[in-house]
């Protein structure tokens, strides 16, 4: 399970900038000077959501090792010929068994004929379970932070257009509830069903191609709340919302 997992969060972390996969289908379109809500939405979601390998997969894996007594450390490099990967993670546990705290950091790289970037990811949590043992329907609260930096430049297949997204977030999460939704072989999976996350920062979209060069940026904050029902919605200045299905991690 470990290794699926971190080869899931490396894609998901070079792939966060969603709108990679929607602007490359038309690289030489679009004159916006401002990345749309749906975009900046997308990104964010995906260094949230546990499917994507954002930052609930980390507080699941903390929690299964908590409940595992596997170690309070755990470190993975994974290097291959076109990307490398550097995980770390700590989990400290209070003299109760009910609050963990979790510092987590990541870094890497990819270099592919189409693809190439980098990142820099690090999270710090308090995590506190309503139950020693955590079981489904059981529940645990978080609050932290979350930091996010990364380049990816992306080739179309004739070579004609390329398209560039950097970001640079922050997420601050405020007492976010995440119900245990399944337990099988010791793996906790958990969604969060309360809460929000406040996102600050700054996202930047470049596309290149026959007619020259369009630029869309983002920066500013805003803030994603937590239903019980498996989503959440993204509300920005203004009062304009985005809906984002958190099973997916896509807006």
């Known amino acids: 399970m470990g290794r699926n997992f971190f080869l899931r969060t490396l894609t998901a972390t070079f792939m966060i900038g969603g709108v990679l996969i929607l602007a490359a289908c038309n690289l030489n379109g679009g004159t916006s000077t401002d990345l749309s809500d749906e975009d900046v939405a997308d990104i964010a979601a995906a260094s949230v959501a546990d499917s994507t390998g954002g930052d609930t997969a980390t507080v699941e894996q903390s929690c299964t090792a908590d409940a595992a007594g596997t170690g309070s450390s755990a470190t993975v490099s994974i290097n291959t010929e076109y990307s490398n990967y550097q995980w770390t993670r700590t989990v400290g546990t209070s003299g109760d068994n009910l609050t963990l705290t979790v510092t987590s950091s990541s870094n890497g790289s990819v270099d592919r004929p189409r693809l190439s970037g980098d990142f820099q990811r690090s999270s ?95 920066n500013g904050t805003f803030t994603i709340t937590f239903a019980s029902n498996g989503t959440a919605t993204a509300t920005f200045s203004g009062g304009r919302t985005v809906t984002i299905n958190m099973t997916t991690g896509q807006a």
């Open 124 to 218: 710090q949590f308090t995590v506190a379970k309503s139950t020693t043992t955590l079981a489904v329907n059981s529940t645990v609260t978080v609050n932290g932070n979350a930091q996010y930096s990364g380049q990816h430049e992306f080739t179309s297949l004739s070579g004609a257009g390329s398209l560039a997204v950097t970001t640079d977030t922050t997420q601050t999460w405020n007492n976010v509830t995440m119900t245990v939704t399944d337990v099988t072989n010791g793996v906790i999976t958990l969604m969060p069903t309360a809460g929000s996350v406040t996102v600050s920062g700054a996202m930047e979209r470049q596309r290149s191609g026959f007619i020259g060069t369009r630029e869309s940026a983002w």
